[in-house]
C-alpha cells in the first residue's frame, strides 16, 4: 500500500469510529507504530485529524463531544434519580467538585441553599447554582468546549491543583470492572482524573447503560471510586464485582 493511500485510509478510519489508537492501526496496515505515529503528526499538520495521547481523534467532531442539548434527554429519569441520591450525600460545610455531566447538572438543581463550596467546570452548573447565593461556587475557568458547556485542559487542571475538596461527585462514558472508568473525550478523562485525585471521597454517578462499555480515553482504575450511585437495571454480575473491589454501590429506582 502506498503511503498516500495509507493516510487516506486512517482518516477515514479515525473518522468513522470518532477516535484510533496508534497500536491499532499499526496492526491494520502491518506498520510499526513509530510509522503510524509519524502519519498521524503529518495528517495533523495537514488538518485532517488530532493527534491524541495513544492516538487519534476525527476533526469532523469535537473529539466526539456530544451536545449537552442531546445529553440532557437521554435516560433522564434514571439521571435525576440518581442525581437526587447523590445530593443527599452532602452535608452543610462540604467542599465538592462536580463534573459537567447532565447528572452533575441534575444534582446542583437538586441541592439545597446551603452553606457549601462548590468547584466545577461545568457553565451550567455555574449558572444554576448563581441562584443558591449561600452555595460558594468556583469555576475552574479554562478552555471552553462549546457543546458541553464546559471548561477543560491546562488552565483547568492548574486550578483543581489549589484546592482539596472532601467529596467529588462525577459521571463518565464508560464503567469497565477490569479497564476502569473512560471517557470519550481526553480532555474531559484528564480533567477528571485530577477531580479524583484532589478529593478524599469519589461518588460516581452513573446510569447502568453505562457498565460494561469502554470509551477512548481512560480516566482512572475501578479503585479511584469509593462508591456507585446507579438505577435498578445494573446486572447482578456487574454489582457483585463492584462488591468485591469493596466498591460502595446505592441502586435508585
Known amino acids: 500500500m502506498l503511503v498516500a493511500e495509507r493516510h487516506q485510509k486512517i482518516v477515514e478510519l479515525v473518522n468513522e469510529r470518532s477516535s484510533v489508537r496508534v497500536s491499532e492501526l499499526s496492526d491494520i496496515f502491518s506498520v510499526t507504530e513509530e510509522t503510524i505515529r509519524r502519519d498521524l503528526e503529518k495528517l495533523e499538520k495537514e488538518n485532517k485529524l488530532q493527534r491524541s495521547h495513544g492516538g487519534a481523534v476525527s476533526v469532523q467532531e469535537e473529539e466526539a463531544e456530544v451536545h449537552f442539548s ?3 434527554i437521554t435516560n433522564v429519569q434514571e439521571k435525576k ?14 467542599r465538592i467538585l462536580l463534573d459537567a455531566s447532565t447528572t452533575a447538572w441534575y444534582m446542583a438543581k437538586a441541592l439545597p441553599n446551603m452553606t457549601l463550596t462548590v468547584i466545577t467546570n461545568s457553565m451550567k452548573v455555574v449558572m444554576e447554582l448563581s ?10 475557568g479554562g478552555i471552553l468546549l462549546p457543546k458541553s458547556l464546559s471548561f477543560v485542559g491546562p488552565l483547568a487542571e492548574r486550578s483543581l491543583e489549589l484546592y482539596h475538596v472532601n467529596k467529588t461527585f462525577l459521571s463518565c462514558k464508560g ?17 477528571k482524573k485530577k477531580m479524583i485525585g484532589q478529593s478524599d471521597h469519589v461518588f460516581l454517578m452513573a446510569d447502568s447503560s453505562k457498565f460494561g462499555t469502554r470509551a477512548f480515553s481512560l480516566i482512572g ?5 469509593h462508591e ?16 468485591e473491589r469493596q466498591i460502595a454501590v446505592a441502586i435508585v429506582e
Open 221 to 225: 482504575p475501578p479503585g479511584s471510586i
Open 70 to 72: 442531546e445529553r440532557v
Open 81 to 94: 434519580a440518581i442525581a437526587f441520591e447523590a445530593a443527599k450525600r452532602v452535608e452543610e460545610g462540604d
Open 228 to 243: 456507585v450511585i446507579t438505577d435498578s437495571g445494573i446486572e447482578d454480575s456487574v454489582k457483585k464485582g463492584l462488591d
Open 131 to 140: 441562584r443558591k447565593e449561600r452555595i460558594n461556587v468556583i469555576s475552574t
Open 175 to 191: 464503567v469497565h470492572l477490569e479497564a476502569g472508568l473512560s471517557d470519550s473525550n481526553e480532555q474531559q478523562a484528564l480533567l
